[in-house]
T-cell receptor, first 115, second 112 residues
Framework: GAGVSQSPRYKVAKRGQDVALRCDPISGHVSLFWYQQALGQGPEFLTYFQNEAQLDKSGLPSDRFFAERPEGSVSTLKIQRTQQEDSAVYLC?????????????FGQGTRLTVV | GENVEQHPSTLSVQEGDSAVIKCTYSDSASNYFPWYKQELGKRPQLIIDIRSNVGEKKDQRIAVTLNKTAKHFSLHITETQPEDSAVYFCAASIGGYSTLTFGKGTMLLVSP
């Protein structure tokens, strides 16, 4: 595809349920980022991959959050034992270069609602 | 870490007026400052960016200015149109692989 693709677009999870969010970056993009966007707020950094290496996971809010990019392309963000405070839009972004100073292209996000 | 403050949180203008959104950053090492536009329910899209080696950049009706000494940068939109209505986010990065730190956003409403 031409852009960053995320699935599902919407996810409703019962509290305590595990969820997996998928990101397909633009082909050939080295860098991949996950952001969390709460309602009415700016995106907040969760984690960063350069190819398959997770170089920074300092933004993950708890050990219930886990991300992987095993082959350096598709990435999955997993949230275990979801809580209501996990409700947000999860945005994935990719960029061509090995740093964020090349344009970052965002996906449309996955809106997670925990009930 | 980096902290980005953005003002105002909402901005209403009449079509044809100019709009200015301001951001300040805390880390003097920041050297890349993009602006993103996000329409309701859609993805953030880059509209303009500036690097620390220039003070101003312009692209048609949109311009960004950077004052490194004061650590602030601004987005200027001239001749606003209803389709400019959206949430605008500023961001800052210190370079390398460093991630973007976003402001909280400005909701711009352009009335016909």
């Amino acid at each position: 595809g031409a852009g960053v693709s995320q699935s599902p677009r919407y996810k409703v999870a019962k509290r305590g349920q595990d969820v997996a969010l998928r990101c397909d970056p633009i082909s050939g993009h080295v860098s991949l980022f996950w952001y969390q966007q709460a309602l009415g707020q700016g995106p907040e950094f969760l984690t960063y991959f350069q190819n398959e290496a997770q170089l920074d996971k300092s933004g993950l809010p708890s050990d219930r959050f886990f991300a992987e990019r095993p082959e350096g392309s598709v990435s999955t963000l997993k949230i275990q034992r979801t809580q209501q405070e996990d409700s947000a839009v999860y945005l994935c972004a990719s960029s061509l270069g090995g740093n964020m100073n090349t344009e970052a292209f965002f996906g449309q996000g996955t809106r997670l609602t925990v009930v | 870490g980096e902290n980005v403050e953005q003002h105002p949180s909402t901005l209403s203008v009449q079509e044809g007026d100019s709009a200015v959104i301001k951001c300040t950053y805390s880390d003097s090492a920041s050297n890349y400052f993009p602006w993103y536009k996000q329409e309701l329910g859609k993805r953030p899209q880059l509209i303009i960016d500036i690097r620390s080696n220039v003070g101003e950049k312009k692209d048609q009706r949109i311009a960004v200015t950077l004052n490194k000494t004061a650590k602030h940068f601004s987005l200027h939109i001239t001749e606003t149109q209803p389709e400019d209505s959206a949430v605008y986010f500023c961001a800052a990065s210190i370079g390398g692989y460093s991630t973007l730190t976003f402001g909280k956003g400005t909701m711009l409403l352009v009335s016909p």
